[in-house]
């Protein structure tokens, strides 16, 4: 127990973060260097999970919705890139506004009547939307029914083709520190401490002046919005996109994926997707076992862990002694209001 | 044959749909209404009674024949394997979590979905299975130009007097009292001495024992089985129960039958493609128009 | 004028009636408190005044504005703020955190600030931290921010959740039952502490309350009602002679008056 406590304080300290944080950015960004095209792509594919995740966790961590139908985000991010960038014949890169105003009309369209209502609602409603995106666009020409979109052509970047592996890779790093960055930054936020607190009362947050279903949807917004800017950045690197994607399986991975690093912390993402697809690889083998363990394995973590991997901590919000002392001057000067 | 006479047809082949509906829903409605959790792996129960009473079926039709004597051992052993499981997952993976938070029931739910989806799916390697009765399934009888099935007939004859007996037993046994006392109030009913856990149990085992029929009528009607039948049946059966009002036992009849009816009817004017859409439209227009559903009570919200 | 207005008040629910043409009125800067024996609709009258329920009939008003078309959240944004009966604490976070959520009412900052984190949201947040820091050296539990607000004794939670009040610098503060579960010695303390939110911040308290103890000893105007009707009206010395307030308390002799 001794051993534990001494253990969690090492770890609590600022420095060990730090460390911990450079480590990892360091082997992220050198893993080019010594890592064979098998490894690279394993490692793109957890960045890819860890993208998904981090805007999952906005809706599921942050604000406490139930959603089974995170696939189909990232198919209507993934549509619009490839619809536009095909028929059209736009540049990637001009395709990405419209495809983060798609995500966020569509979540509008969705959330606003289904927020409101018990929560058990929206998950039933975000898997039959989901549905619907996968029938849709089955059915439909301008997507390519059920064979999807294919040959996609891929942005260059910097005179260099986003086709190769080691550009993928590091396309995806980048956008995966930009999704850790603003998940911290809402976080740590008076719009994220009303999600946490309607979290975890939403009759006292209501109380407190939360204007609770308004948060719902913003925070369903911004988790759709990510979903999509994976999407479209999935669809070029893969080059197509079908509807065979957007499955509930799929939407139960990343779930299991929020779950198992902990709902609502950000680090728990990255390390949940990177367990996820390290277990992913060692069950390659084993086939259809695989969903089953999976399954076993969110049973499990509901039940005897539901935090997740990632150990608890909440921030401190009390200043330090320099800030104590700013605060008490400027009290002084202008009193209680 | 008319138009209308088509649309009639459809109305015909929507009751049964519907009726298959109905007896899911209703183990949807009484979870929900009793402990407020969207049991997710209820389809898969539904599933499992099908797969049951196949195998149990095929297990006796090979040695000893007789068709329909196997499929009535087929189907109480499907009822008593479902009542089994259902108990077994409401006290393992739920009960724990009574107190938590929804959403970590929901995703234990999904869970235990996940599990059940793919042991069936391991044993039968993904394949379907085939149920033939030996019967001859198209026979039947006409009323004008609509066809009427005597499979269709029987069918959902079964699953009426189901409902009825369940209606029966909710309004008119000392159980049936008890769990309608605790879906009121549970603390209170705590406090009355009533034993709630016991309660929820048994709203557990009868709402799979209604799938395990449910399961096996679908496995008869259908003749084929396959391991993720219970997934869109599940979301379907749980849409219906919106639609009647979750938590009430004639709504998640009445939304059964009316999807099943309205389905059929979408089926005929849209293609057999939007199917789907078209039940998930509904279900999300219901949401928006009557969240609370044809017979749901409004919620007085309590502090 | 009257800070608070409660007028001809009719709730009904189906065919019961919980409160019956109810009239009475709140001074700004005083202490006001709710009686009546149990089920008189105490708890009703209280949540039409949040917003949680709508009157059937009748109006509630603040500071002559009308209450019934708000939701609770704007409600909350007029300057009212409640607690509740069985303390409704964010259990798994911090103290400070929960205090915290009191300037919510009267911040604004939303996704954009936050993503962006200009000069706005940053002095916004030092006025946040700054506001439940206050709060809480006012409720005299400014060296418990960093504890986990549901590791802590009930008593403290009490004040947990009154300083969460205070930090949304109400005019208004509704409290419901705030005596319940506290021994004779919080009891006191608390008591203590709703009077200096008065005198020292001026924000005017309504309560409902079991505790004749507590009310004779707080309040300084008492409105009794039973079986949802108003039966008496005064100071706690009139409320405590007046014959129909005796009767109806020793009707139900086995209430806890």
């Not at chain 3, 009040?165 to 319940?180: F, T, V």
């Amino acid at each position: 127990m001794k051993q534990s406590t001494s253990l969690r304080a090492f770890l609590g300290k600022r420095s060990t973060q730090w460390t911990g944080i450079l480590v990892v950015l360091i082997f992220a960004v050198t893993l080019p260097l010594y890592a064979n095209i098998y490894v690279i792509g394993v490692a793109w594919n957890a960045l890819f999970y860890m993208l998904l995740a981090l805007g999952c966790n906005v809706i599921v961590g942050y604000a406490g919705l139930c959603d089974l139908g995170y696939s189909s985000k990232v198919a209507i991010g993934a549509y619009t890139t490839a619809i536009l960038m095909k028929t059209f014949g736009w540049n990637f890169w001009a395709t990405l506004p419209v495809s983060i105003l798609a995500s966020a009309i569509i979540a509008c369209l969705v959330g606003m009547p289904t927020l409101r209502l018990r929560g058990d609602y929206l998950a039933i409603v975000t898997l039959g939307f989901s549905e619907i995106i996968r029938l849709v666009a089955r059915n439909l020409n301008v997507t390519g029914s059920a064979s999807g979109i294919s040959g996609i052509k891929s942005p260059v970047i910097f005179g260099v083709k986003f086709s190769t592996p080691w550009m993928q890779y590091f396309i995806f790093l980048i956008l995966v520190i930009i999704f850790i960055f603003v998940s911290l930054r809402l976080k740590r936020s008076r719009f994220g401490r009303a999600l946490e607190y309607m979290r975890e009362d939403e009759d006292a947050a209501r109380a407190m002046g939360v204007n609770v279903p308004r948060f719902k949807l913003l925070a369903f917004v911004i988790g759709s919005v990510m979903g999509g800017l994976a999407g479209s950045f999935y669809a070029v690197k893969m080059g197509s996109f079908s509807p065979s994607y957007v499955t509930f399986t799929e939407s139960a991975y990343i779930l299991l994926i929020v779950v198992l690093g902990g709902m609502g912390k950000t680090p728990g993402m990255l390390l949940g997707a990177t367990l996820f697809i390290v277990l992913q690889e060692i069950f390659r083998n084993v086939g259809n076992s695989r969903m089953l363990i999976f399954g076993i394995l969110l049973v499990l973590i509901m039940i005897f862990r539901p935090q997740g991997i990632w150990p608890d901590k909440r921030p401190s919000f009390l200043p330090s002694r320099r800030e104590r002392k700013q605060l008490s001057e400027r009290t002084e000067t202008h009193g209680t209001g | 044959m008319s138009v209308f006479d088509i649309y009639i047809q459809q109305i015909v082949n929507g009751l049964i749909l519907g009726s298959f509906y109905a007896l899911i829903a209703l183990g949807y409605s009484m979870v929900y209404g009793i402990i407020k959790m969207l049991n997710f792996a209820h389809g898969d129960i539904y599933m499992f009674g099908a797969f049951g009473s196949w195998a149990v079926f095929y297990f006796f039709a090979n040695r000893a024949g007789a068709e329909w004597a196997c499929l009535l051992f087929g189907v109480l052993a499907a009822m008593c394997l479902c009542a089994a499981l259902g108990f077994l997952i409401q006290r393992v993976a739920y009960r724990p979590l009574f107190d938590a938070p929804r959403l970590s029931l929901m995703i234990v739910a999904i869970g235990v979905s996940l599990v059940l989806e793919n042991a069936i799916m391991m044993v039968t390697n993904g394949d379907s299975v085939y149920l033939n009765l030996g019967i001859n399934m198209t026979a039947g009888f006409r009323i004008g130009h609509v066809s009427v099935k005597w499979i269709q007939l029987v069918l959902f004859l079964i699953a009426v007097v189901v409902m009825v007996g369940l209606t029966l037993l909710i309004n008119y046994t000392k159980w049936g009292q008890a769990m309608r006392a605790v879906s009121e109030d549970m603390n209170t009913c705590r406090l009355m001495g009533i034993n709630a856990n016991k309660v929820i149990a048994l709203t557990f085992i009868i709402g799979s024992v209604l799938a395990a029929i449910a399961g096996t009528m679908n496995g008869v009607y259908y003749g084929s089985l396959k391991y993720d039948m219970g997934y869109m049946m599940g979301i379907k059966a749980f849409t219906a129960a919106v639609i009647g009002g979750i938590g009430s036992i004639p709504g998640a009849m009445l939304g059964g039958i009316l999807l099943g009816v309205l389905e059929a009817l979408g089926t005929q004017i849209c293609g057999s493609a939007w199917k789907d859409v078209f039940a998930f439209g509904l279900l999300i227009l219901m949401l928006v128009f009557k969240p609370n559903g044809i017979f749901g009570l409004s919620e007085t919200e309590r502090m | 004028m009257a800070l608070v207005e409660v007028d001809h008040l009719t709730v009904r629910f189906g065919g019961l009636t919980a409160i019956n043409d109810l009239s009475f009125t709140t001074e700004e800067g005083s202490i006001t408190a709710l009686i009546g024996p149990n089920g008189a609709g105490k708890t009703t009258a209280f949540n039409c005044l949040t917003g949680f329920y709508k009157p059937t009939e009748g109006d509630v008003r603040f500071d002559g504005k009308s209450l019934a078309p708000l939701k609770p959240h704007e409600i909350t944004a007029l300057g009212i703020i409640r607690t509740f009966q069985n303390v409704r604490l964010f259990k798994r976070m911090s103290v400070m955190e929960n205090v915290m959520s009191g300037p919510h009412s009267i911040t604004k900052q939303s996704v954009f600030g936050a993503l962006f984190h200009g000069p706005a949201q940053k002095k916004e947040e030092a006025f946040i931290r700054q506001t439940a820091l206050e709060s809480m050296e006012f409720a005299g539990i400014a060296d418990l921010g960093d504890s986990i607000a549901q590791d802590l004794p009930y008593g403290l939670q009490r004040r947990v959740e009154l300083a969460r009040a205070i930090a949304a610098k109400p005019r208004l503060m509704l409290l419901d039952e705030p005596a319940a579960g506290l021994n004779d010695a919080e009891k006191e303390e608390l008591m203590a502490l709703i009077r200096r939110c008065r005198d020292e911040l001026g924000i005017t308290v309504f309560l409902i309350e079991h505790d004749m103890d507590m009310i004779m000893n707080l309040a300084e105007k008492i409105v009794v009602i039973s079986f949802g009707s108003k039966i008496a009206e005064g100071t706690p010395d009139e409320v405590k002679n007046d014959s129909v307030v005796i009767e109806a308390y020793l009707g139900s002799e086995d209430e806890p008056a």
